[in-house]
């Protein structure tokens, strides 16, 4: 007789307690992935959180499975070493926007190219949160933070299309507020065989105000490409279609 064991979203909380501001985005991430863990029924002997550095990044330690929290930046590198040593463990890799399209840039575009076996959780507050609010690679034009007292001169890089043109075969953006969302989308993206990005919008309320929650609820958007393998094609381009302009869409499926 075997007995299977039963997985709940508290199964998978450590003792350590998140030391993350009161009201921060990432404990919705943190929610959403203990309840995808659980549905999935994720054994925690057989999966390993890897994450860079930031307040992000401190997320394998709030997980009951195995974890890494590494170096800033070398969260994929490491997850792809997890991932070739032992192909049958489930990995995923999370972090911040500064950790994965800043110093970590390189290894998102060519983990996305080889296509291996990971899902990537991006936690995007568009602010480097744990160096207390510089602007980094998503931070929008024009807005004011500590290094862009007179605004960000730059126009900022969307880390969904940059998955796409790398050529990963399952891409969406979530909102940290919207727990239901974030697990379903959280669920596809670990049962998905290949390169899955989740890039979740994650307000800093220290760094970046009150009203950055407002503005990336309503930003959020999916955009999705599927190898044919464990997506619903179809409903998500149709998704993608009712959020997006035409111009816009037409620029990241083509
Ligand atoms: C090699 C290296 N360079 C710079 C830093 C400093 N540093 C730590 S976290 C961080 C940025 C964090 O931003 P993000 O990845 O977006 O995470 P968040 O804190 O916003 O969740 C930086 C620049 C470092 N720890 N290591
Ligand atoms: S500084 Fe920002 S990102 Fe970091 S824990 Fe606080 S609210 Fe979250
Ligand atoms: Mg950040």
Same mark, same amino acid.
Request: with cysteine.
């Given at each position: 007789? !075997?007995?299977?064991?039963?997985?709940?979203?508290?199964?998978?909380? !450590?003792?350590?307690?998140?030391?993350?501001?009161?009201?921060?985005?990432?404990?919705?991430?943190?929610?959403?992935?203990?309840?995808?863990?659980?549905?999935?029924?994720?054994?925690?002997?057989?999966?390993?959180?890897?994450?860079?550095?930031?307040?992000?990044?401190?997320?394998?330690?709030?997980?009951? !499975?195995?974890?890494? =929290?590494?170096?800033?930046?070398?969260?994929?590198?490491?997850?792809?070493?997890?991932?070739?040593?032992?192909?049958?463990?489930?990995?995923?890799?999370?972090?911040?926007?500064?950790?994965?399209?800043?110093?970590?840039? =390189?290894?998102?575009?060519?983990?996305?190219?080889?296509?291996?076996?990971?899902?990537?959780?991006?936690?995007?507050?568009?602010?480097?949160?744990? %160096?207390?609010?510089?602007?980094?690679?998503?931070?929008?034009?024009?807005?004011?933070?500590?290094?862009?007292?007179?605004? =960000?001169?730059?126009? $900022?890089?969307?880390?969904?299309?940059?998955?796409?043109?790398?050529? $990963?075969?399952?891409?969406?953006?979530?909102?940290?507020?919207?727990?239901?969302? %974030?697990?379903?989308?959280?669920?596809?993206?670990? $049962?998905?065989?290949?390169?899955?990005?989740?890039?979740?919008?994650?307000?800093?309320?220290?760094?970046?105000?009150?009203?950055?929650?407002?503005?990336?609820?309503?930003? %959020?958007?999916?955009?999705?490409?599927?190898?044919?393998?464990?997506? =619903?094609? %179809?409903?998500?381009?149709?998704?993608?279609?009712?959020?997006?302009?035409?111009?816009?869409?037409?620029?990241?499926?083509?």
């Amino acid at each position: 007789m !075997t007995c299977e064991a039963v997985y709940t979203p508290n199964s998978y909380k !450590t003792d350590l307690k998140p030391v993350w501001c009161p009201g921060c985005g990432d404990f919705g991430v943190l929610n959403s992935l203990y309840r995808a863990l659980a549905d999935l029924k994720c054994e925690p002997h057989d999966t390993v959180v890897v994450s860079g550095i930031g307040c992000s990044s401190r997320l394998p330690g709030y997980v009951e !499975t195995y974890g890494f =929290n590494s170096l800033h930046g070398r969260a994929l590198p490491i997850a792809t070493g997890v991932k070739l040593a032992a192909p049958d463990l489930t990995v995923v890799a999370v972090g911040g926007d500064g950790d994965g399209i800043a110093i970590g840039g =390189n290894h998102f575009l060519h983990s996305a190219r080889r296509n291996l076996d990971i899902a990537y959780i991006m936690m995007d507050n568009e602010i480097y949160g744990l %160096t207390k609010g510089q602007a980094g690679p998503t931070t929008p034009i024009g807005d004011k933070t500590k290094s862009t007292t007179y605004g =960000n001169p730059d126009e $900022a890089v969307d880390p969904c299309a940059l998955a796409i043109a790398f050529g $990963a075969s399952w891409v969406a953006r979530g909102f940290s507020g919207d727990i239901k969302g %974030t697990t379903e989308l959280m669920k596809q993206a670990i $049962a998905h065989k290949g390169f899955a990005f989740l890039n979740i919008m994650s307000p800093c309320v220290t760094w970046r105000g009150d009203d950055q929650f407002k503005e990336l609820r309503a930003k %959020t958007k999916v955009y999705a490409r599927s190898g044919g393998r464990s997506l =619903n094609v %179809t409903e998500i381009i149709a998704e993608a279609a009712r959020l997006l302009p035409t111009a816009k869409l037409e620029e990241v499926l083509a």
